[in-house]
């Protein structure tokens, strides 16, 4: 009965011994492990960064506005693809619009009023044409018939001298000599009416020449004038469309936003102020920047 409690108590002991050594390598695996993983293993977390911007490998472009006005629209979204030319933002042109419209009804108002002015012209240049060959017509025409009732003058005089003569001869009547007398009073008078017709006539085409020459050249200060006003309404059209355009600020290139300014519809915009940056197409990288106390522990350069 000894030597069996004895093997008994014997055993036990052993039994209790290795459950310990196992319990101990347990234990020490376990510490190993957390010892491990504490120095080993990844866990995420998450810092907010109040200044951050997505950068490119190659030369970033500015986005600039050309001139200064409040904003009334903005596309500048972070990370977005823009191709070049493309509107990404807009200033207020309402006033620039307005009066662009102004301009160019102006404009088309005075373009009807040359193309009236030129056809005056036309036409005066025409009627002094004509009027001089008609007028030509005239004066050789009264010159015709001076130079014939002339010659029946000449005619009518040498018949009312024969007749005087044959009147002292006694060889007709005083009666036939008078009517002779008056018949070549009658075709002189006749002659020189003629005559003062005709001398009228040149005169009178310089008169109308010199009126015609006035009123071309009347014409012609009005033309001359309105193409100038013409000019300056067109050259101001043009400064208006460029002003408009450049409240437009368009992306300088292809690629995507990689910074933006915090804009607000109905921000005061100066003119070369940033509102962000394009970057050309290529690999991105995201640059931000932290407090110590956040970054410590977390963040480490080239992350």
């Known amino acids: 009965m000894a030597n069996s409690f004895h093997r008994v108590s014997e055993s036990l002991r052993r039994d209790n011994g290795i459950r310990s050594i196992a319990g101990l390598l347990v234990g020490l695996g376990l510490i190993g492990a957390w010892m491990l993983w504490s120095f080993k293993a990844h866990v995420t977390e998450y810092e907010v960064s109040d200044s951050a911007r997505l950068e490119v490998n190659g030369a970033a472009y500015p986005v ?3 001139a200064s006005g409040r904003l ?6 972070l990370g977005r693809e823009v191709q070049a030319g493309e509107v990404l933002a807009e200033l207020d042109s309402n006033d620039q619009r307005l009066s662009l419209k102004e301009e160019q009804t102006r404009l088309a108002s005075l373009m009807p009023q040359v193309q009236v002015l030129q056809s005056q012209m036309e036409l005066e240049q025409e009627g002094r044409g004509d009027e001089r060959r008609v007028l030509g017509v005239s004066i050789e025409g009264a010159k015709a018939q001076y130079e014939q ?4 003058a000449l ?3 040498r018949d009312a001298e024969r007749a005087s003569r044959l009147r002292a001869e006694g060889i007709i009547s005083d009666a036939d000599a008078q009517r002779a007398k008056a018949d070549a009073q009658s075709k002189r008078a006749a002659a020189e009416n003629l005559k003062d017709a005709m001398s009228r006539l040149e005169p009178e085409l310089q008169v109308r020449e010199r009126d015609r020459e006035v009123r071309l050249k009347q014409i012609l200060e009005d033309t001359t004038k309105l193409q ?19 409240r437009q600020i368009r992306a300088p290139i292809s ?7 915090p804009l607000r519809s109905g921000s005061h915009i100066s003119e070369g102020q940033q509102l962000g940056v394009i970057l050309p197409q290529g690999k991105l990288e995201v640059v931000a920047e932290f407090q110590p106390s956040a970054a410590l522990g977390k963040v480490r350069p080239g992350q």
Do not use: F, K
């Open 155 to 157: 005619l009518a005089d």
């Open 255 to 261: 690629g995507r936003i990689g910074e933006t300014a």
């Open 149 to 152: 009732a002339e010659a029946q």
């Open 64 to 66: 600039q506005a050309n």
């Open 72 to 77: 009334v629209a903005s596309g500048m979204v």
């Open 228 to 246: 100038a006003e013409i000019a300056t309404s067109s050259a101001t059209v043009r400064r208006l469309e460029y002003e408009i355009e450049q």
